[in-house]
Structure formats: C-alpha cells, structure tokens
C-alpha cells in the first residue's frame, strides 16, 4: 500500500502500556516483551508481544461484547502486507512478526477501519 | 523563490533540488548563538524554527524532533500546530515519510517532495486542526551526530514558498545551527541526568540515623520534581493489599495507590512497568481518581531478593504524561536505589532487633537495657523513669521438676505477656535467667506501686502447672526522685527486689546490706559444731549456708547448756532469724515439702543428721553410748525416711574420723 492509498482509519488510541522495567532488564536480561491496551471507538484492544524460540509473536484480542467480525493484517514499513487473519470479538489471535523492525495494525471491523500504528518489534 | 526574495540577512548559496547539502556552513549571527546557547533546548529549538519562518514566511508548519531513545522521537519544537496535539513518534514512522533514500536518510540529506502533507506519512492521519497547503511540498531534513540522526526538521508549505532554492537555503542554515543546537541538547541531557544522579546519590548517602520515611519522602519529592510528575508515591504490595510509605505532591488526600487493579498489581510482581497516558478511557479506572483530576500513570516496580514487591508510582494531571525514556531509565536507576537503602534499612533493622533481643522472649536483651537505661536516665526533661526488677521465684525448682522445656515455655508466655499487656510506652527486657526489668516513663504522678503490683498480678496469672503459678519478687526505683544515676537507680531496685523475695520467703535477706557475709564468723569447740562443720565440708556447702548452720548450731548449744553466750559471737539480725528457722525444722522430716510450703533448709538437714548422730554416741539416762557404728546404721536405718540420705552419705564418708573422735 502506497502513502498516497492509506484509507481513513481510526486511530487506536493507547490506554495503557506493560514491559519490562529498565532496572529489572539491566539486572536480570529479561526479554523485551510487552503488552498494551488500546481503544478503538468503543471497542478495546488487547495487544501483546512475546518472543519465544521462534521468534516475537504478536497476539491480540478484540474486547467488545457485541458479536463483530472483520479482518485483521500487519503491514510492514515498506507497505507490504505480512499476516491477514480473520478477526472476532473475544477470540484472540497471533501473528508470527519479524524481529527488529516496525509494523502497523490494520483491523476492518464492518464499515469501520482502525490502524495501531508504531509496533516495535525487537 | 527568486534571488530578489532570499531573505536580506541570509543570503546563502543555493542548493539543486535533492542535492547534497553544501558543505560550507554559512555564518550565523553572533547574537543568534549566543541566544541559542542561553536557552533550554526547547527554547533554541523554538527559536529556530522562529528565525526560519521569519526569513521564509511561505512555511505553513514547521516540525523539529528530538531523538529521545533508541526508537523514539519526542516533538521538540512546532509551529503552525495546535500545541499538545503531537508529541511522540517512532524513529522508523519518521523515516518511512521520508521518501530519500535510506543513504540519504542515515548522510543527513534534506528531501523536497511534493506529496500528501509530511504529517499524514508519519501518522497515517492528518491531525485535527492542520492545515494543507495546496499544492503542497514538504521538506525533510535529518541531523547527524555520531552516525545517528539525533533530530528531524520538517516543513510544510504551498509549493510556491517551499521550492529547491529554499531548500537549498534551509539545508545551509540549519546545517550552520545545528552543532548549536546539538551542544544544547546533549548539555541539558546531561544536567537532567546530573540532577538525577545527585538525588539518587543524595539517597545512598544519607545518614543511617534518619528514620527511612523521612528519607524516603525526600527521595520521591526529587522524583516527582525531576519527572515532571504531579504526584507520587512509594507503595508496597503486603498480599493483596496495598500499603503507602511514602507520597509526594499533588493528591495527598487521594488514594491514588486504588488505581493499580489486582492485574496491574501482578505485572508489577513480575517485573513489569507499567504506563497508562489516558486514565480517563482506562476500562478499570476509579471513578473517584478520574473525577479528582487523575488522568496518567507511571508504574515502576522495584523487586527486591525477598518475594516483596514495592513500587514507584508517578502520575499527572495532564493527559499522555509519562517519563520520556532518558528519565525513565533514571527512574528506575532511582527505584533501584530506593530498593537498596530499604533492603540496608532492613537488614540494619534485623541486626538490631537480633543484637538487641532475647531470642526466647521477644523482650530486649540485656544489652538494649542497659542502652536503653542510660540514655533515660540522661535526660533531663523532668520526667520520672521507674526501673522495676522481677525476679521468678523458685524458678530453680521448676527447671527441676518439670524440665527445661516446660521452664522455657513459661519464659516464652511471660515474654508474651509482656510484649503484648505492657503499658504502651512501657519498655520490657530479660536479663537473664529468670530475671527481667522494666523500664517506666511518666510524670511525677506516676504511681510506682500500683504500677509494680499490676504487672505482678499480670505474671502471677501465668500457670506453671494445674495447681500452681508463677510467683514473682519485684523491687523498682524512682529516677530522679530516689536515685540521680543509672547505677545507683538499678542498685536500689536491685536491694528492693531482693527484700521482696525475702519477705515473700517469710524472711529477710540474710545479708543485710549493713552487714558483709564475710563478717560473721564462729568456731565452737564441741562435738556437734565439729561434725556439722566436717559435713558441711563434705557437702561443700556454700558460704552463706555454712554461716547458718554454724548459727543453728550455736543457739543449739546455746539451748542444751554446752556453749555459754559471748560477745564476739553476736548473731546480726538477719542471721538469727534463719537459724532459728532451721531450729524449727529440726525434728521434720527432711523432706517436707508435701506438707510444707517450701523445702527444709540444708543446714536444717545437715544438722537433724549431726545432732543425732552425737546424740547417740553419748550416754543417757537408761541408755548406753552407741558405738559409731551403732550409730551410723541406727541413723541408715532411717534416711529416705526421716534423714536426708546425701547427708547420711556424707556422715559415712566420715566414718574414720568419727571412730577418732569417739576414741579421743
């Protein structure tokens, strides 16, 4: 996708951000993983970030009790689509990512689109 | 833009379209830099910006970021915008809006393009309140340092007002600026973390004497100061509960620590921070914090080698504050240093309490009574500090009888009794053994006697068996009413003890402090004085005991005829009543104490053996002298039952010399 395609999202807005602190990192090598809430309109986002042997898995959960369903697709910085999944209320879903880089989350909920922008995957 | 409309007092070489930035640095003006170098880093950001829309006043919007981690880029300066609508961006969404090459990007080359508005690349949206030039052109320019872009300038514009040539001669100026600008940000980065270092410094060093809140308020106050926080507080996780050691700034009246839900209170256990920008759209948020104001948070844990968690709590007013990374980085340098003065504080508290504690009661040892005795009686604010001695009677005999185990768990409860039952203020401590002290403050209406005779009914209450409970002895005395020193205050609670055990025993001290032990003293020269002095060798008895039996022995003489009184055998006081107590106990059983109260005496018991023993070895009316041999199984006969069977050992281990005596 090019800039000059970019749809109108709705911006997730981040309501809270979870990682490991500096101190304990320095101390204790723990990996960088983190978890973040974010609010889409009047929907939640649950988003999480592991790295296991296989590398960063990106997992995530749409928390709403109405029964939406849509997609989901990470884009990368150079546009190109890597994940697509089909995307439902409450039911999580994971996307292998590529470590060190920057992602954007695309999600398509009906009429609406929604975009995370600036995951860093480390 | 013509060479007629370059800006008078900058007039540079120009720059092609996509070239190279010149390499030769224009002038800037004297007045500029010194201007530059006096402000802060937003102000000579600003300030920049300034002086590049005056001299091309066509730019519509102009943006300067500042690298402020590995990753991230916070919004230094802007103009153009409506402030608090931008503030933080990642370094990759910056360089994927800049259409040059990644060469480009990393050699610090400025891009002209003339797509959809800078800002809508970076952030995938247009940001509210923006406006956008039609036809537009965007500038970007990176700033290299150290092979590292370190900050990004961006220009928006009408096509017309942003062309090559201003390009050109945006590249040189700020090219020119740009080590300036530089030399300011790296200054203020370093007094930031100057200002940190001194606050984390200031808390390791500070004296050990202070009390930890103290310290530890101070340590936050600098926190929340040098964060930019509204508020904070030092927090520690006891089970599911949340308990406040120390706060700082705004909220004091809040329980702000309600905000950290039992989720977040287990990410903190594991290690994580935790930042929440928007309080206000948080789904778990307090009702009650967000009416009062509450809006971000900052959570930082600090783990500490025991399985307590604490944490450094941060939190604003405004919408989207949170630590940028160079100050969450010495937050955590500051948490960390908060873990280690309490884990000292801790540790030195452990130390303390096992230097200065019984192990078996829980009471202050010796050791922090005699701290604790000097330092009251130091002071001189008027107030009456009573030392109360309390001695356990017969505890001797309840080791004995029922073990050590059981003689322990006695001091474990009374150690109980009085950590939980004392007086507040009221400082309780063994001293050894089966003696304890207490240590008393209060005004000169204090009731000593009262006081003394409560405790005693408190320990007196403590069964030792199904019938029986702990007796106590007590003495005190009134510093500065009776006593003027520590010593002298102990000495006398010490003598009042002591007479209370006598009297308590039905007698005085046998030694009454007028009269040594040393100073009474008697030979006689008579058969019974000899055995029971030989017996009492063989026995070792002690001094104080031999003094008795030679009294007993004395008004026993006294009483048959066989002595006459003397002067230099003048019994003191305290002396004649014990013999003539063990007088009393002459024809008992030697061991009564089913029917008596206490124990017979051992001089009693050595002197009912004696006195039979001469008794029967000398003739009377109707009967004959017993041989000592005689003598000896008519008195075996009788021990366990009517003799003491030690002493009765005692006598046969005499038996040689009885035969002597009896043949001389």
């Known amino acids: ?122 | 833009m013509s060479e007629e409309r370059l800006p008078r007092r900058l007039r540079l070489p120009r720059v092609p379209s996509g070239a190279r930035a010149n390499k030769a640095r224009p002038a800037v003006p004297a007045a500029l830099i010194d201007r530059l170098l006096k402000g802060s880093t937003t102000a000579s950001f600003e300030l920049t910006l300034d002086e590049l829309l005056h001299e091309l006043p066509g730019i519509a919007q102009a943006f300067f970021w500042v690298r402020q981690g590995p990753h991230q880029f916070y919004l230094q300066a802007a103009r153009g915008v409506p402030k608090g609508s931008l503030e933080e961006v990642l370094e990759s969404s910056l360089k994927s809006a800049y259409l040059g090459s990644a060469e480009d990007w990393q050699g610090g080359v400025a891009h002209l393009d003339n797509q959809q508005h800078i800002l809508e690349r970076v952030l995938g949206l247009q940001p509210a309140g923006l406006s956008v030039e039609e036809p537009p052109a965007n500038l970007t320019l990176p700033l290299v340092a150290d092979r590292q872009v370190w900050a990004v300038l961006q220009l928006h514009a009408q096509a017309q007002h942003l062309g090559p040539d201003e390009a050109g001669w945006v590249g040189q100026f700020v090219s020119g600026i740009a080590p300036i600008l530089r030399e300011v940000y790296l200054r203020e980065q370093a007094e930031r973390k100057a200002l940190w270092l001194s606050a984390i410094n200031a808390l390791l060093q500070t004296s050990r004497e202070q009390p930890l809140e103290l310290v530890l308020q101070d340590a936050i106050e600098e926190a929340t100061r040098l964060s930019g926080a509204e508020g904070a507080r030092l927090i520690v996780f006891e089970g599911h509960a949340i308990r406040t050691i120390a706060q700082a700034g705004w909220g004091s009246g809040l329980v702000v620590e309600a905000a950290i839900t039992r989720q977040l209170g287990e990410r903190l256990r594991s290690g994580q921070q935790v930042g929440i920008p928007r309080y206000d759209l948080y789904p778990n948020r307090r009702p009650e914090l967000f009416e009062a104001g509450l809006r971000s948070l900052f959570i930082l844990p600090i783990l500490r080698q025991s399985s307590e968690t604490s944490a450094l709590l941060l939190f604003s007013t405004q919408r989207h504050w949170l630590p940028d990374a160079q100050t969450q980085e010495l937050l955590g340098d500051m948490a960390a240093a908060i873990g280690v003065v309490r884990a000292e504080w801790a540790l030195r508290r452990e130390l303390a309490w096992a230097a200065y504690t019984d192990p078996l009661t829980g009471l202050g040892n010796r050791r922090a009574f005699e701290r604790d005795l000097e330092k009251l009686t130091a002071r001189t604010n008027g107030r009456m500090v009573v030392l109360m001695l309390l001695d356990l009677d017969g505890f001797k005999s309840i080791n004995d009888t029922y073990g050590h185990i059981h003689a322990d768990h006695l001091l474990v409860r009374l150690g109980g009794v009085l950590r939980a039952r004392a007086r507040a203020g009221d400082r309780a401590y063994r001293l050894g053994g089966d003696e304890f002290a207490l240590l008393i403050e209060g005004s000169s209406t204090l009731d000593p006697q009262r006081i003394a005779e409560r405790y005693r009914a408190l320990l007196e209450e403590i069964r030792v068996s199904d019938s029986t409970y702990l007796k106590v002895s007590l003495g005190y005395a009134v510093f500065p009413t009776e006593v003027t020193d520590a010593q002298n205050l102990w000495r006398r609670a010490d003598d009042q003890m002591y007479k209370d055990k006598a009297l308590r025993k039905g007698r005085t001290p046998l030694f009454a402090p007028v009269l040594e032990p040393a100073q009474w003293g008697l030979q006689l020269d008579t058969p019974l004085f000899r055995l029971a002095d030989r017996l009492a060798q063989v026995l070792k008895l002690d001094w104080e005991e031999q003094q008795v039996l030679q009294a007993s022995c004395y008004l026993l003489e006294l009483a048959l005829g066989r002595a006459m009184p003397t002067t230099e055998a003048q019994l003191p006081e305290a002396l004649l009543r014990e013999a003539a107590r063990v007088l009393m106990y002459l024809q008992s059983p030697w061991d009564a104490r089913e029917l008596l109260s206490e124990s017979i005496p051992r001089a009693a018991r050595v002197l009912q053996v004696a006195l039979h023993y001469i008794t029967a070895t000398q003739p009377t009316e109707g009967r004959a002298a017993r041989s000592p041999e005689e003598a000896l199984e008519e008195i075996a006969a009788q021990a366990h039952q009517r003799f003491d069977p030690g002493v009765v050992e005692a006598l046969y281990s005499l038996k040689v010399w009885l035969s002597d005596q009896s043949a001389a």
């Open chain 1, 1 to 122: 996708m090019t800039p000059d395609t970019i749809p109108q999202y709705g911006e997730a807005i981040l309501i809270m951000d979870s990682r490991s602190a500096p101190a304990i990192v320095r101390s204790h090598s723990t990996c960088e993983s983190w978890n973040r809430l974010y609010k889409l309109d009047n929907l939640y986002l649950d988003l999480s970030l592991k790295i296991d042997e296989s590398g960063p898995l990106l997992m995530g959960k749409l928390l709403t009790p109405n029964p939406l369903e849509g997609r989901v697709r990470l884009v990368a910085e150079n546009q190109d689509v890597l994940q697509d999944a089909e995307l439902r209320a409450m039911r999580a879903w994971h996307f292998r990512v590529p470590a060190g880089g920057v992602c954007r989350l695309e999600m398509h909920l009906g009429g609406h689109s929604f975009v995370v922008r600036s995951l860093d995957i480390p």
